[in-house]
């Protein structure tokens, strides 16, 4: 794994309907999904070529064996036990030994970015992260991931999937507690770039306008973001707006108008446009299909009572 990353297809889940054109972010219905590293990538002959994940968040435990990750342009030769926490849309990829053990955990941004600001779950995604876990946090993510594998196995009902995202969060918020990381070379000025985005994201600022408060030209922004999160500024301002607006259509009572005026669009039938472009369906199908997922799982529970 050498050389500059210039490109790389986006996924939810590795391999899964990747779409390679940057402007949609690929369709992921769950709160997390977690795995064993070696469900995945011995279907890929324990490698894990560059891609990125829009709108979906990382974190990699490999409790034993040798791996090499590639994180944007840099590269490093690791072993177990390591902690890889992946913000999203970064560029990155992964080789591991046929004999490596550990959890992938893919979470959705809608999630975490619905977290308060300061909340550690939240903090632990602001860069890309490489950490070394002691003797004891390494023991209790072992157990307490094999746990939630097994919770994941077992969602055939409303109670077991509410188990399922219990112990998956804890889990999460236990990977939290991590030693100490080691700093991305050149990452500053991308994550700087991440910042004023979370800042401004809902005021629809010129890319001009982010390049003169950070000190830098448009093109050295370009380049900057290419390199670490595999896509232009201009995309990552738009992933992250989709993100917001999918938590409101999802998790809020906020009409279709009032996410569009909240995302600082004047008009709604452009910021439907926009959005169906980004994500391959209109706001009002991703309110439809939430209302009725929601039915359901009323209606199953109701059933369960009865039953």
Not at 16 to 39: K, M, Q, V, W, Y
Request: hydrophobic share 35%; glycine share 8%.
């Amino acid at each position: 794994m050498t050389g500059a990353p210039t490109s790389a297809p986006h996924y939810a889940l590795y391999g899964e309907d990747p779409l390679n054109s940057g402007d949609r972010a690929p369709a992921f219905d769950e709160f997390i999904h977690c795995e064993t590293i070696a469900s995945r990538s011995s279907r890929y002959d324990w490698e894990i070529s560059l891609h990125s994940h829009p709108n979906l968040l990382q974190v990699l435990f490999v409790e034993r064996g040798q791996f090499e990750a590639r994180i944007g342009p840099s590269s490093h030769k690791l072993s177990g036990p390591s902690l890889i926490a992946m913000p999203s849309g970064t560029i990155h990829a992964y080789m591991f030994a046929p004999d490596v053990s550990g959890i992938v955990a893919t979470i959705a941004c809608d999630f975490v970015e619905g977290l308060p600001p300061r909340d550690a779950l939240r903090q632990l995604f602001a860069r890309p992260r490489l950490l070394k876990p002691s003797r004891q946090l390494t023991e209790s993510l072992s157990i307490i991931g094999a746990q939630v594998l097994l919770a994941g196995e077992r969602r055939d009902y409303p109670s077991s999937v509410a188990a399922y995202h219990a112990l998956a969060e804890g889990w999460l918020r236990l990977a939290t507690d991590m030693g100490q990381s080691a700093d991305e070379p050149g990452q500053k000025q991308a994550e700087r770039f991440r910042v004023l985005v979370e800042r401004d994201y809902r005021t629809h600022r010129p890319l001009s306008a982010y390049a003169e408060e950070m000190g830098c030209t448009q093109r050295t922004l370009t380049r900057q973001c290419r390199l670490h999160f595999g896509t232009s500024p201009k995309n990552v301002i738009h992933q992250r707006i989709i993100a917001e607006a999918r938590r409101m259509l999802r998790f809020t009572n906020a009409g279709i108008g009032e996410v569009a005026l909240d995302l600082g669009f004047d008009d709604p039938s452009y910021f439907s446009r926009f959005y169906a472009r980004m994500t391959g369906r209109r706001p009002s199908a991703e309110k439809f299909c939430t209302t009725q997922g929601s039915a359901a799982r009323s209606d199953h529970e109701a059933i369960d009572q009865i039953g």
